[in-house]
């Protein structure tokens, strides 16, 4: 299995924020996409998930192009992603959330349900399970039935993350789930992040936080104004000049570049908290 981005573009009017992008992803492996500002690291994300469709170039799993694919073929495909802004069902419980994911996929078992009212009973009964397996290796178990909009930040991102998971997804996107994460939070993130590491499963996750992303990736994507910079293992991207010039506009170390991020994670979590 592999996800492939073949000579990628996007084009918001005449603005280019993807130039030619072209790259593989692999199964087993956590992938980081990181850049500055504005890179187009979102604009990966949401071509890949169907949100946004490509100018150009074609987005492919396995056999399968999944550019021009409808959002809802895409997501049965196995591609599940997270927000880089939350978006939960603030109203619906924290098992609702999770719960309400399982229906999408399996549409034709709607009629069974409604027909025979055991099938329903027994999978009704399946899905909580799976949902309450989730969230406990999230720590949510807890806040099952609170309303997921008063949950604190923190817990909300892994709810999100714990979302995506339900349909068990050959595919992962996880847009900035350390924004607005505390240290502590982070932390957490990042140990599940390890964990959720399977030889089934392409993830790829777009972070500021480069203490995540240099202990938790296996190999970064670097993005600068929509062309993909650099690539390689955290090792390499660390030792990049070419990746100091353009976090920095100036050849400097790790950890000026660490900060450099930290302080745009801040903003950022910041905006984050504010919009939701
Ligand atoms: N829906 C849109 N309409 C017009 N321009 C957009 C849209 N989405 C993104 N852009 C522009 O495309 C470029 C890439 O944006 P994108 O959100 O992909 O960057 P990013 O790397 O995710 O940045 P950030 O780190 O701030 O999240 C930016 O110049 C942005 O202003
Ligand atoms: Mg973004």
Redesign the pocket.
């Known amino acids: 299995m592999t996800l492939v981005f073949h000579n990628l573009r996007?084009q918001?009017?005449s603005?280019v924020?993807?130039d030619d992008v072209s790259t593989v992803f692999q199964p087993g492996l956590i992938h980081g996409i990181i850049?500055?500002?504005?890179?187009?690291?979102?604009?990966?994300?949401?071509m890949t998930a169907g949100s946004?469709l490509v100018s150009g170039g074609r987005i492919s799993l396995d056999d399968r192009t999944l550019s021009g694919l409808k959002k809802y073929q895409i997501a049965n495909s196995g591609v599940a992603r997270t927000y880089?802004n939350i978006r939960l069902f603030d109203q619906m419980t924290v098992l609702e959330n999770l719960e309400v994911c399982f229906y999408p996929t399996q549409v034709g078992q709607v009629w069974r349900e409604i027909l025979w009212p055991p099938f329903a009973a027994k999978r009704r009964i399946n899905r909580r399970d799976v949902c309450m397996e989730l969230l406990s290796f999230f720590g949510l178990q807890h806040y099952a039935d609170a309303e997921a909009g008063s949950l604190p930040y923190g817990r909300q991102r892994m709810l999100e993350i714990a979302r995506a998971l339900v349909t068990n997804p050959r595919v992962l996107l996880l847009?900035?789930p350390a924004a607005g994460l505390n240290h502590h939070e982070t932390t957490e993130l990042t140990a599940r992040l390890a964990e959720l590491k399977s030889p089934d499963r392409i993830m790829i996750v777009?972070e500021?936080d480069m203490d995540l992303v240099m202990s938790v990736c296996d190999r970064i994507v670097v993005?600068h104004h929509?062309k993909l910079l650099f690539q390689g293992t955290p090792a390499e991207v660390q030792a990049s000049s070419d990746v100091q010039l353009a976090y920095l506009g100036t050849a400097n170390d790790i950890d000026d570049i660490k900060t450099a991020a930290k302080d745009?994670r801040a903003q950022?979590g910041i905006r984050a908290r504010r919009r939701t």
């Not at 850049?35 to 949401?46: E, F, Q």
Request: proline residues 4%; hydrophobic residues 30%.
């Open positions: 996007k918001y009017g603005h924020a993807i850049g500055p500002n504005g890179a187009g690291k979102s604009t990966l994300i949401n946004y880089q847009d900035e777009v500021h993005m929509g745009r950022l």
